[in-house]
DNA sequence: GGTGCTATGGTTAGGAA
DNA sequence: ATTCCTAACCATAGCAC
């Protein structure tokens, strides 16, 4: 008969936490980097078992940021800034059973018509700022934006204004730039893949400083996993 | 003495599933529910625990969006679009050790350079807008604008024009937006706290459908969660 | 900042509502 | 599509490198 002895307990094992502001630095920085993969890992699993697309970004105290996203992180950010569905719905070779899937002659009709608001938007941009030179010269308050003047009743009207102001804008941006991006296919600058529809040009200056291969289970999923220096 | 009788098993129990995409319609939109949520809450904890700025976007296959960030995911969108060190920076009160912190008075100042840019970025807009009526009209296209028109060489210069017209755009809307922050906080309709420097305006047009409050912990966590159709 | 080691605590698969 | 339930599975707190 073995006898079984108790060897001492070399850890105490995992013990519940209260979920709130770790004060030990090293403590924090530790939960951190393992609370960070864990998400990481969690995304890819999500995005492989599901099919998902995942777009995870985060912030350290440090300052430095760390994402992963399936198929890439800008893909999703595009795709979540222009309001488009991601790729894979535009995808009409991939003939899965996605009751959402937009067929590309659908799209491309949606697409026209969002063109031909587009003349009007523009119209309505001007007319706005055609209000704006007004209030100015009404409100007389020289160097200052009319929505600078805290003499101006900001409570419905000019907030509305303003509002309506930045959905122009918007729309207009947005519309200009997937045309953009559809002529840079046609010029070959970009391959049709599976690529935003809607390239974000406000993001055109990052500069990835490392990149890490994603361990656990031997780079099995297909996102990619980086963190630069800010 | 009491009979421990034991209970007839109503469930297995969880059971180890493997890493790949999952066939059946239904087990698959369960677990992507789950999951989902799962990965929000992760994500909430690591932001508490650490202190870290999270966002997190979620595109199902079936083409709806659901997102989490904390404070917010334009917040933490904006941050890694723009390569600024996340709103922390802007926390005087906060005294803690971030080398990447950036005084309040120092940021007020970079914010008035900026307001003072807008002027000149607005007339920018009107510029361009201008050479496209130009363009319209000695290209002879009708109907189309000029960036349609294929006959016009869109290779370099026209290209490089609506990139630059996209920027202008980009700029005004963030600074207007900015600004329009600050309005609405100082009228109360928002409050403080830590709250997007810079709200992207952009995704507004979007129409939440659901939301819902983060049941684990009460909703202690200050990030939102929800989730639209696209 | 990252790793390897364990004993837990927490997440979640499966089933049903 | 979320919620409840249970029994596993697995992530991870606390240490030491």
Known sequence: M???????????????IEIKKLENLNNKQ?????????????????????GAEVGVIVFSTAGKVFCYGHPN???????????????AVFDDTAGDQNPNRVPM?????????AIKELEEQKRRVVEVKEEVRMKKVVGGCGERFWWEDESVDLDVLDVQEVEHYLMSLEDVRKKVAARLHEVRILNGTLT????????????????????TGFGAQGGQFGGGYHGFGV
Not at 2 to 16: A, D, F, Y
Not at 30 to 50: M, N, P, Q
Not at 105 to 113: G, I, L, Q
């Open 30 to 50: 530790v939960t951190f980097s393992k609370r960070r993969s864990g998400i990481f890992k969690k995304a890819a699993e999500l995005s492989v078992l599901c």
């Open 73 to 87: 992180v800008e893909t999703v950010l595009d795709c979540y800034c222009s309001g488009v569905a991601p790729p």
């Open 2 to 16: 073995v006898i079984l002895r108790k060897l001492p307990k070399r850890t105490q094992g995992r013990k519940r």
């Open 105 to 113: 002659a659908e799209f491309n009709k949606e697409y026209m018509e």
């Open 192 to 211: 049709p893949g599976a690529l935003p529809p809607v390239p974000a040009v406000h993001r055109l200056c990052h500069m990835p400083m490392m990149t």
